[in-house]
């Protein structure tokens, strides 16, 4: 039986929702042949996202760690292939916090590239007629830091043995409130299914 630990975010930003959030909801439910989720939802705050992610790789070992993001303004599920050991944003997380030029983990490597067979992932779901894009900065927000420091402790610790993060756009009923000139989003539907057909041949990937 497969472990994999699949995560999302709670929302953030002034967002009632967050699309990686109600996802990781949906797949609680779900179950698929001979693999075991387990499903979290992460809060958006730099020291707690990371001291539960550490919670659980101590307590427990994880074939795979797919994580699931929120990324405003994309056209497309973008598929990171790269956690960079940098925060720099000035977008305050969900207690306040502020990093500039942060490390992650001060004695880390600067990056670190999944293992996963990424290219493969953006065909199959472009085969199932999904945007899909793949992208070599994940930011420097907390995604990025959740990424990190998951593909740190899987090259140190081995658990989990393999690590990926996707980013999804905004929902239709998040820009649908926005004030501003139009911003791109994406169907849950379609997200969901997105996430799904990347659970379903994981191990075609790894």
């Known amino acids: 039986m497969l472990r994999i630990l699949v995560t999302g975010f709670e929302p953030f930003g002034g967002e009632k929702i967050n699309p990686s959030g109600k996802i ?53 599920i973008t598929i990171e292939r790269l956690g960079v050991n940098i925060l720099d944003s000035n977008h305050p997380d969900n207690e306040d916090v502020i990093k500039s030029d942060c490390r992650i983990i001060e004695n880390g490597a600067d990056a670190y590239m999944t293992d996963f067979k990424v290219k493969e992932i953006v065909s199959l779901l472009k085969k199932n007629k999904i945007p899909t894009q793949l992208s070599y900065t994940a930011g420097q927000y907390i995604c990025n830091e959740v990424y990190y420091y998951s593909l740190h402790n899987s090259r140190v610790n081995q658990n989990p043995k393999h690590v990926l993060f996707v980013h999804i756009p905004f929902l239709p009923e998040q820009v649908s409130e926005k004030e501003t000139k139009p911003v791109a989003s994406m169907d849950f539907r379609l997200q969901k299914k997105a996430i799904r057909l990347i659970i379903e041949n994981i191990e075609k990937f790894i």
């Open 24 to 76: 990781v909801k949906e797949l609680s439910r779900t179950r698929f042949e001979g693999i075991n989720l387990i499903c979290k939802i992460l809060p958006v705050s730099y020291e707690k996202s990371i001291a539960l992610l550490q919670d659980y790789y101590s307590k427990e070992q994880f074939d795979i760690a797919l994580h699931i993001g929120q990324a405003g303004g994309s056209t497309a």
